[in-house]
């Protein structure tokens, strides 16, 4: 009798091994709507510390020859935590009426207008502006008192464009002259990861630059592929990679993209989705990466990926035809979406056990890369230890019961 006792409390151990499923720590919020431009605008936005930034901006209906003449604009910061959205207005801001880049870093907004850079800091509440060698200012990133920017049009040179960096909040800037055209500028710590052209048009390929030592880095083989539109968090740069040289002639539904993910400290590179399909555009901030693509060949949808489960989450369908232009900072993710034909502001909150808030991520990303065009991604959808811990509580139960009637029938 001992034996088949034995027995049977093994097989049950056994069951509650297989019950032991791996669990996820992370869950999503339901998406939010955060903000709804007028029915003739769309936003631009930038993340950080608890606060969105805001640019609203229309498009000149006058001049339907070039998308980048403004007709008006407007200025927005949505305090997450408080779930309020406040209109900046200045009694000297004149609407942007170019390309109009914007930053936020702390608690301090900054926007372009024309060439000329303005800042509003919200805790004192005061409004600036900050003097740049005549320019036009395509690209902007501000961390802490660090400026980057790339620009064209500087006096005397009409080369550009390229990188110039402000480490004293705009006192002095200093010029980094790269071969080809700079696009796409991200900044971490002393680190700046860009792509650029210096291979010739559509061969675009990414580097990172030291602004304290000067060098720079590519990353990437250019005989290979596309690699473009990095993001870089800590020591980690992730970026697009597309095989076809040709992929900008084909139809969107055709294009093979893939995210890939280097630690520039190992050179360790690993691939994040190869979703056999488009990413138009992804956001990456300490364990997190965010993107959308087409995969199902319909709509696009958007998804995350987080490093230290090496594992990817469906996040929502996105209405817009191109994408959601996703970002992320902490645990909050916003992106841009279509309702009922208006451009909306869209938010989700990331539910993360053990998530730290830490400067700088040791994760380094997935599987490493096998250069394999066929390899696939793992769609996962978002779990909970309830199933586990339910499943441990009935097998535990049903193992008392057990050893509680044995004892009972070897008493009597």
Known sequence: MEEKITELI???????????????????????IIFVADETAYPKFAIDSGNIFIMELCPDQNDG??????????????????DKLTELTFDDMPDTRGPSPIAISGNTVYWTVNSDLRSYDMASKSYN?????????????????????TATDFPNDIEGRDIYISKDAGANFKRYRLPGYQYGIKISGNIVAFYDDRYGQ??????YLNIDTGESHQIGDETKGLYSYPHISGNNIVYR????????????????????????????????????????????DKDYIVWDDNRNKSNYKFYLYDLKENKEYYVADINGEYGSAPQISKNII????????????????????????????????????DNSENSQSQQTSPQTASGEIVCIIISVGIALIVMGGY???KNN
């Open 129 to 149: 502006e900050i003097l740049v060698p005549p320019s036009q200012l395509i690209d902007l990133e501000i961390k802490d008192k660090t400026i980057v920017l």
């Open 334 to 369: 916003a992106w841009v979406d279509s309702v009922d034909n208006r451009n909306v502001l869209k938010i989700v909150t990331i539910h993360d056990e053990n998530y730290v808030d830490d400067d700088i991520s040791g994760n380094s990303g997935t599987d490493d890369i």
């Open 241 to 284: 990679y597309d095989p076809d040289f040709y992929s900008f002639l084909k139809d969107q539904k055709d294009m093979k993209q893939e995210l890939y993910i280097t630690d520039i400290s190992t050179n360790k590179t690993s691939i994040i989705a190869s979703p056999n399909a488009r990413i138009p555009s992804f956001a990456f």
């Open 10 to 32: 093994l097989i049950i151990i056994s069951l509650i091994s297989l019950c032991v499923f791996p669990a996820s720590a992370l869950e999503l919020s339901e998406e939010k």
């Open 65 to 82: 020859l070039y998308d980048f003449i403004i007709g008006w604009s407007k200025l927005y910061i949505y305090n997450i935590s408080t």
């Open 202 to 207: 559509m061969k675009d390929t990414v580097h």
């Open 407 to 409: 004892h009972g029938r």
